[in-house]
């Protein structure tokens, strides 16, 4: 029996983020992104979310590369967790592996990856496989998308894009080379969905570097612009409007002080000689002839805008002539962060430009006309949003079928969906298991939802311990202490630490031999009525 | 000396919610408002936060009254605790009476209140104060705004509105009658800022009508409309859409079967005879002859919507054909609550709407250029924003700015500013110290700073406490117990907490007397190193 094609999604379908996608064909699989996902608010505590690697771990040995579209950490972010299962040959362009490579060496895994460069129009041949690399334009530089010839058909793999029909000729995607594609028959598309909510077309980067022009021409001192670190075309309009401007830059927080110098020692960044200056340089000159680029616009509590906020900032201080402008989204989660963040900021005199009151951001993302053009592009026959949760999914494939794509074509799935591909057929034909794995502190893989569930009646209403010192077995009762954090503050509760203490005395008291359980239970019947809080209770016995 | 008009904003500048004015005039105070605000993410626990009353604590005495603009929490929410510190005269309209009415009974506070009705038209005499009602639109019936006419001369306070210009002629606030207070002579207007970010006019609700009877005409099952419970123009909407599409009304979730009672009772909602139908009958009728008024839009967990979204409905199931719609913007802070529920519904099958994707919401606040509006009106001599975060007021004034309102004309406020007003003169003269005041269970203004964060150390990592059975001062050390809680999953990690017991025997050991701040050090680093986590750790002897 001949091979087929299988494909299947391990992340980034339901949710943003943990973006991973397996291809197996016989005894060849080529794995394409490898991210990780920033927990959600009620993933108390935990620091990471990636891809359960369980239907890969009998199949390591087969794996012949991992390929990334870009350098985000949503797309990259898991590597060191494969890494430490498996040595494996990866293939990225050039930013992308400079990136990478500063992940691997803090990990101290670099050793377990062989690093190889690409570059779009490059063919690369891993096995059965022969991938095409183009170019998408994306919120950082050097993104690529795969067109993967396989013996089952064509799969175009978008990674995340935007196809930038604003921008000027020459840059942009090469939109003739992504119809050709589409001429020579593409079976199934997986296209990028995070966008599949807005309207129209994603404007051109221009937009945000005519906004940002006014900005700098009109403050009538510092401007200080937050953005992502990784966000280079940014940065490189950032930099372009000082020097127009004739404003010098002043480079703050450590991810973009890094960015910064990489980018420019990789050459994605043109700083004219003269232009940065140390941010200990800054009162050397008028403050109308100042430019801040700093970290923090999604609210981050330790990078430069919150300590700006709060006064925190060791060198800087916002003063009531500077303008502040946040050149980002607010992400889902971010947002009550990032809203005080420019709250306080406007407390304390300054300016403030968002991305709600002018247009100072402009997605990485294709929006819905963008998502429908790639479509009428590649032709494919079947089409499988990825990149998104389920409502960006969903909303892709209601835009695909507007255009005519027929409803049984479409492929909503989950994480972790086996498609089999067969020539000019696509099917599901098995789902594989797929556990939450969370990464906190250390530890991969040990928090699930007790713990969690413990965490959040801990963020609610703190603990309360009762130590009763006693015989074995919980005979004689000699002292009961209270032990509790979180739960009222002590100082002023004396009173109500001694009446909890004189309760579990109490219950303890009304056998022979104290029951934990029983004190447990009287207590949080006790802690409700008299504070209506449910802390969480415990009772030990201490012989 | 003549009196001063004293006007002390207590609540609503800065933040949105617990908005409450004090004006007074000599040893006359009336307050406007008494709202109550929903804690934010970081608020661990905490239930609710209401107005600081210090200022008004030695004053009681001199309140001639509270006057509510409407019914909504974060105009009426804090008047439980206010009454518990005095007896007041309560003004408002019948349906805000109606609502304040049932709070106060739950609270057993009826009788610390005076419930006075008025309406829009009435003209109120406190003292010095002479009260006009004038009506405004919002999301909620019934809503006023105040020209308070006072020997210093005239404010004008507009409560929570928009101008809904788009409205039918003869519906919506009578704009001449606003015009005729402003060619009067307003001193100073006190106005809404909520929408200030929102360019253009805030559109009517008949846009939201619109939309609501394309989707009960197309939708090929049962349409769940989830919207806030006391937005009684929305729910009257859903009602007659449903009844020109012949689909039954079931309406489901607490607080909607009560509001919606009420309403009825009252007047403010007009239901023909046979449309709604109990949630046990509705697998009597054909799926698309069905609509469900349901709770939940903002993500609430115990609200209808959750429970159909995880599946914890005990009478109602999403299935395929149903098609939800959220009738609500998403409040910053429950968004990622909201979302969640948007994507289980979709992987549920339902059709999911909402206003990211379609017109289903308009805001009850007025938007840019109805604050312009308001302002040309009205005419004032002073403009202070109110009812916002600081962006919102910022915004505002910003807006005032550019249809040359002067500066210094301009009041950017925060809570507690005192304003002293003489004729033709408005000025801060002081400011009014305010704390925050958290409810939480039973208990109001316990928690503060030290209890949240212990909070959010638990949330993030849980504690550790070691128990030390020892003698008297912590010598001779028998036996250490560990007791944990989110930390890490007990059941499998039996030998990190055999060998933290280790490391705290060790430790105890190192001196004559175990001292419990050492052994609390020396856990802390263990297991920092161990697990990369820190939770809080304490260590307890017990005798």
């Not at 400079?98 to 101290?108: M, P, Q, S, Y």
């Not at 077995?473 to 209270?482: L, P």
Request: glycine content about 8%; proline content about 5%; aromatic content about 4%.
């Amino acid at each position: 029996m001949a091979n087929k094609l299988k494909i299947i999604p391990l992340g980034g379908l339901g949710e943003i983020g943990k973006n991973m996608t397996v291809f197996e064909y016989g005894r060849n699989i080529i794995l394409v992104d490898c991210g990780a996902m920033f927990p959600e608010n009620d993933m108390w505590g935990i620091d990471l979310v990636i891809p359960d690697f369980a239907y890969l771990r009998d199949k390591l040995d087969l794996i012949r590369g991992v390929i990334l579209t870009h350098g985000h950490e949503d797309h990259t972010g898991a590597l060191p967790y494969l890494l430490k299962e498996a040595s494996l040959p990866i293939y990225s362009t050039k930013l992308t592996r400079g990136l990478v490579e500063v992940k691997l060496k803090r990990a101290g895994l670099l050793d377990r990856a062989a690093l190889n460069t690409i570059q779009a129009g490059d063919v690369l041949n891993l096995g059965p496989f022969e991938i095409n690399f183009f170019e998408v334009s994306h919120s950082i530089p050097d993104g690529v998308g795969l067109a993967i010839r396989t013996p089952a058909g064509m799969i175009v793999h978008t990674g995340d894009f935007k196809l930038d029909i604003g921008a000027e000729l020459g840059a942009g995607p090469d939109l003739s080379a992504l119809a050709r594609l589409g001429q020579e028959g593409v079976l199934l598309l997986m296209a990028d969905s995070t966008g599949s909510e807005r309207p129209g077309f994603t404007p051109p980067e221009r937009i945000v570097e005519e906004t940002l022009e006014e900005i700098f021409a009109n403050a009538p001192g510092r401007v200080i612009v937050a953005t992502f670190a990784s966000l280079l075309s940014r940065v490189q309009q950032v930099i372009d409007v000082a020097v127009r401007q004739d404003r010098k830059v002043a480079v703050n927080g450590r991810s973009m002080i890094e960015n910064v110098a990489m980018a420019q020692e990789m050459g994605y960044l043109r700083v004219p000689p003269d232009t940065l200056i140390d941010a200990k340089e800054i009162d050397r000159y008028a403050p109308n002839r100042v430019a801040i680029m700093a970290t923090g616009s999604q609210g981050e509590p330790r990078a430069t805008l919150a300590l700006l906020a709060t006064g925190a900032h060791r060198q800087l201080e916002i003063r009531p002539d500077d303008t502040v402008v946040l050149s980002s989204q607010m992400i889902p989660g971010n947002e009550e962060a990032i809203i005080r963040i420019i709250n306080q900021l406007i407390d304390r005199g300054a300016d403030v430009i968002y991305d709600k009151i002018a247009p100072v951001h402009v997605s990485g993302h294709g929006s819905q006309e963008d998502q429908k053009l790639l479509i009428r592009l590649f032709r494919p026959h079947y089409l499988m949003p990825i990149h998104g949760e389920s409502r960006h999914l969903h909303q892709h494939g209601r835009l695909a079928q507007q255009i005519g794509v027929p409803k049984d074509h479409i492929l909503v799935l989950k994480d972790g969906s086996v498609l089999e591909v067969e020539e000019k057929r696509v099917r599901v034909v098995d789902q594989v298991e797929q556990e939450t794995v969370f990464v906190d502190g250390s530890v991969v893989g040990d928090i699930g939802p007790v713990v969690l569930r413990d965490r959040e009646v801990l963020a609610r209403d703190g603990f309360v311990v009762a130590v009763l010192a006693a015989d074995a077995n919980g005979a004689n009762v000699r002292d009961v202490q209270i032990v509790s954090r979180g739960f009222v503050y002590l100082r002023e509760s004396e009173e109500l630490i001694q009446r909890i203490r004189e309760e579990a005395l109490r219950v303890a008291g009304e056998s022979a031999r104290a029951v934990p359980e029983r004190v447990q239970r009287a207590l949080e019947r006790f802690l409700e009525k008299e504070t209506g809080r449910q802390p969480l209770v415990m009772c030990v016995i201490a012989e």
